[in-house]
């Protein structure tokens, strides 16, 4: 192609015909225009083909992360609802009149279980890899909006359970220097030593020590549970917008 246009500048030269090649000069001109502005629009749909095939694994990406979200939530919820319930469970039983120390002792002894299970671990590395790329703004406004709020109460949520389990920890510690929980790191509740120290325990005391316990967490437990629970709501919304956008289109 070049140089069949070299051909016919050189004959329109040699014919000394300055009109028809200047003629030809700014067509010639308006050819290769034409073909780079062709060539940019060209290369301009790839890359916005590239960017949508990117933007479409980086959805799907996050409605897994959701997805699994939602079912780890549920699990942790259930978990906490049913430990909340039998924590509410010894706080009744402590709170009848008739409550003896042999009734403290058994809770405290063999039924209290000390560990907890308020903490979660979110699904976030899609959203974490955006952020920490700059790739966030591939997605669209009202998705960007949304994840950013859930990172929030992600944030929100895993620092209000550092703060109350910290709390909790320092409590069980305190209770332990005193009587030992029926807990993996502790001595067997049916041991001798564990005999010998339950039997000298104090009415009073022992109450006071296990209300301190139980009350931190139920606080625990229920901040977790107000947490997770708008986390949850929050997320599905997320999962239903993503749904419907797609039965849209």
């Given amino acids: 192609m070049i140089k069949l246009f070299r051909n016919i500048r050189k004959k329109l030269v040699a014919e000394g015909k300055t009109t028809n090649y200047l003629k030809y000069a700014i067509g010639e001109i308006f050819l290769v225009v034409i073909g780079i502005l062709i060539a940019l629009q060209v290369n301009n749909w790839n890359e916005i083909r590239k960017q949508n095939i990117q933007k479409d694994l980086i959805v799907q990406s996050l409605i897994r ?47 209290f279980d000390p560990k907890v299970h308020v903490a979660v671990s979110f699904n976030n590395n899609t959203l974490k890899s955006l952020l920490s790329t700059g790739n966030l703004n591939i997605l669209d406004k009202w998705l960007q909006d949304e994840i950013l709020q859930l990172d929030v109460m992600h944030e929100d949520n895993i620092s209000r359970t550092q703060l109350n389990l910290g709390t909790y920890v320092d409590q069980v510690i305190s209770f332990e220097r005193k009587y030992p929980l029926g807990d993996y790191g502790n001595i067997s509740p049916h041991s001798k030593l564990a005999e010998a120290i339950w039997e000298k325990a104090q009415f009073e005391e022992l109450g006071t020590y296990l209300n301190g316990l139980l009350a931190i967490r139920n606080v625990t437990n229920i901040y977790a549970i107000g947490q997770l629970n708008g986390i949850q709501e929050k997320t599905k919304e997320i999962l239903l917008q993503f749904s419907d956008k797609q039965s849209k289109q």
Avoid: E, P
Wanted: hydrophobic share 45%.
């Fill in 65 to 111: 992360d959701l997805k699994m979200d939602t079912m780890m939530i549920d699990q942790t919820l259930n978990i906490l609802k049913q430990d909340t319930t039998q924590v509410f469970g010894f706080i009744k039983q402590m709170s009848n009149d008739h409550i003896t120390i042999d009734t403290l002792i058994n809770i405290a002894r063999f039924k």
